[in-house]
């Protein structure tokens, strides 16, 4: 197969020298990648520049990606190409820095023009937050024929609320496979397909699942 894999976060400025990010490592796409290169396929990972994990990075390609934006243009440069399948694992920053108000000493808020650094003379900073661009919402409009599998971690509420939530972004996104994970799910991981859904119990199994399904095997 001729597969992409997503790994790590993204960041979004505040400005030059701050970023909102996210705790992923990149460990789990990065070990994804390495176990299909490992079985042959050819492998392109896309893996965040804040990503963490120190592992080897076995993957064919490796293309380092940073803000949102980054790595929306770089799955996107892959349109037209023969992609069999797409394990999104990227942690995607859920929002971005709208508008910055600064407080005035009459204690009002006005808004801050655009600078390389904020300074902390500025005093306390009210700042919007904005939701990112779903990502994997897009794929399906770029990749027709790919098989696309999505990642969904829930940190809230029990294993019936993540395995949900992996169902509804099947449908949303009109992607074919989900894998659940966090501590809603609890230990291991949840394979979610339109057909239903399977509990792999370590990363491992979860990776030999993955192939198999990818290459209608499963």
Not at 43 to 49: A, I, R, S, Y
Not at 108 to 114: G, N, Y
Not at 198 to 218: C, D, I, N, P, Y
């Amino acid at each position: 197969m001729n597969c992409i894999v997503t790994a790590g976060p993204t960041f979004e400025p505040l400005d030059d020298v701050r970023r909102l990010t996210n705790f992923s490592t990149g460990r789990l796409g990065t070990e994804l990648a390495n176990f299909l290169a490992a079985r042959g396929h050819k492998v392109t990972l896309l893996v965040g520049e804040a990503a963490t994990y120190a592992g080897k990075r076995k993957a064919k390609s490796v293309q380092i990606f940073s803000t949102t934006a980054d790595l929306r243009a770089k799955l996107k440069s892959f349109r037209g190409k023969k992609v069999d399948a797409i394990f999104h694992a990227a942690a995607v920053s859920d929002f971005a820095f709208g508008k910055i108000f600064t407080e005035t000493k009459a204690g009002e808020f006005t808004a801050l023009k655009a600078t390389k650094k904020i300074s902390t003379r500025q005093g306390a900073l009210l700042v919007e937050l904005v939701p990112t661009p779903k990502i994997i919402a897009e794929l399906r409009g770029w990749f027709p024929k790919t098989k696309i599998v999505g990642w969904k971690f829930e940190a809230d509420g029990k294993r019936t609320n993540a395995i949900g939530a992996a169902q509804r972004q099947i449908v949303d996104c009109r992607t074919d496979a989900c894998v659940a994970n966090g501590p809603a799910y609890g230990n291991g991981f949840g394979l979610v397909t339109g057909g239903g859904q399977r509990h792999l119990v370590t990363r491992g199994k979860l990776f030999t699942a993955l192939e198999k399904w990818s290459q209608g095997r499963m």
